[in-house]
């Protein structure tokens, strides 16, 4: 079963100083932190931020691309996680026909805040993390949880680019 949510903010991991994006269910109970690389938590930033640039930027020129072609996004889904990798699908539309690209959960968070469609993950993948969180340290992930469950507007958003 696939579970919306929306993308809370992005913050700094402090441990790693990688960028990691918050994602968030509606009711605010379940939160799946997903780490990316800088270039593509740039793209999420940007979006989030509305800053134009002055020539298009890659997810930029995607949309363009697909808006050009006459392709929509329906919806994307962060579909697994596998060897602490997380997987997406970009579900696509054109001339009536349905289909899904693989692609990097950065990615296809970057495309659907520009083609303004809705984010899915999948239940077996907020199980998965909580267990992989667990497993490698139980006491941390517990604590870990509530502090990404309480997050306030104030500790969102913090990324700088």
Not at 57 to 64: A, E, G, R, Y
Not at 78 to 93: K, Q, S
Request: hydrophobic content about 45%; proline content about 4%; overall charge negative.
């Amino acid at each position: 079963m696939e579970i919306e949510m929306k993308i809370r903010g992005l913050m700094m991991d402090a441990s790693t100083n990688t960028p990691i994006v918050i994602l968030k269910d509606g009711s605010g109970s379940t939160v799946l932190p997903i780490w990316v690389g800088i270039y593509e938590a740039n793209a999420i930033a940007l979006e989030i931020e509305k800053v134009q640039t002055p020539r298009p930027m890659t997810h930029d020129l995607i949309k363009n691309l697909m808006l050009g072609l006459n392709t929509s996004i329906s919806k994307v889904v962060v579909n697994e996680l596998r060897d602490d990798t997380f997987y997406a699908l970009i579900w696509m539309e054109k001339d009536g026909e349905t289909f899904a690209l693989d692609a990097r959960p950065s990615d296809a968070l970057a495309l659907a805040l520009r083609m303004d469609c809705p984010i899915y993950v999948e239940e077996d993948v907020l199980k998965s993390s909580k267990v992989a969180a667990a497993a490698a340290d139980p006491s941390s992930s517990e604590e870990l949880r509530r502090w990404l469950e309480n997050l306030g507007d104030e500790e969102t958003g913090r990324y700088k680019m």
